[in-house]
Structures are given as C-alpha cells and as structure tokens.
Nanobody, 115 residues
Framework: QVQLVESGGGLVQAGGSLRLSCAASGNIFTPNVMGWYRQAPGKQRELVAVVSSGGSTNYADSIKGRFTISRDNAKNTVYLQMNSLSPEDTAVYSC?????????WGQGTQVTVSS
C-alpha cells in the first residue's frame, strides 16, 4: 500500500517562505511523477508543480520564479520551496504520486499567507 505523508504547511506573512515535504512509502517504483496541487476555497484544484523520477519539471505559470520543486529519489520524497508568498497562494496543498496507472494523494496541508 502506498502512503504519502506531507509536512511543512503553516501560516506565513506575505513575502515569506515555506518548504513543503512529501514522503512516499510502500511499493514505489520508477518511472513515476511526484508533485503538488493546491485548492483554494471556492476554487478547483490546480497543478502547482510536478517532477518526474528522471528530473523533468513542470510549473504552473502563476508560481514560476517563486516556487521550486525538487525530489530525492532515494528517499521517495518531493519538496516544494515556496518563496515570495502572497495571499493568493493560500490553499490546501496536496502531494500527488502518479505511478503506473494510479494516482495517489496525500492528506493535504494548509498554507495560509497573511497580508
């Protein structure tokens, strides 16, 4: 059974930084894609950033230049470094693992940016 455990969310002032982590455990194999999605109140869930096991990345336009995704394949862990946060980044951030034909999700972590 695959499990994703997220950490690192919280409350931060505008202009601040946070780092999210997501560790995957269980029967993990490559190739796969790990990443982050977010859902703000009243809005649909949207892609933030993803990274493949080979290192290819894809970012949402709204966070390019501010967020950086990375991963440690040995630890099956993905990170999201978020800088220059704004209130518009407030959302529940969820970790995702796409492996084979299945999607796996973490429980989500709240990120709140105050103005």
């Amino acid at each position: 059974q695959v499990q994703l455990v997220e950490s690192g969310g919280g409350l931060v002032q505008a202009g601040g930084s946070l780092r999210l982590s997501c560790a995957a455990s269980g029967n993990i194999f490559t190739p796969n894609v790990m990443g982050w999605y977010r859902q703000a109140p009243g809005k649909q869930r949207e892609l933030v950033a993803v990274v493949s096991s080979g290192g290819s990345t894809n970012y949402a336009d709204s966070i390019k230049g501010r967020f950086t995704i990375s991963r440690d394949n040995a630890k099956n862990t993905v990170y999201l470094q978020m800088n220059s946060l704004s209130p518009e980044d407030t959302a529940v951030y969820s970790c995702n693992l796409l492996m084979g034909w299945r999607n796996y999700w973490g429980q989500g972590t709240q990120v709140t940016v105050s103005s």
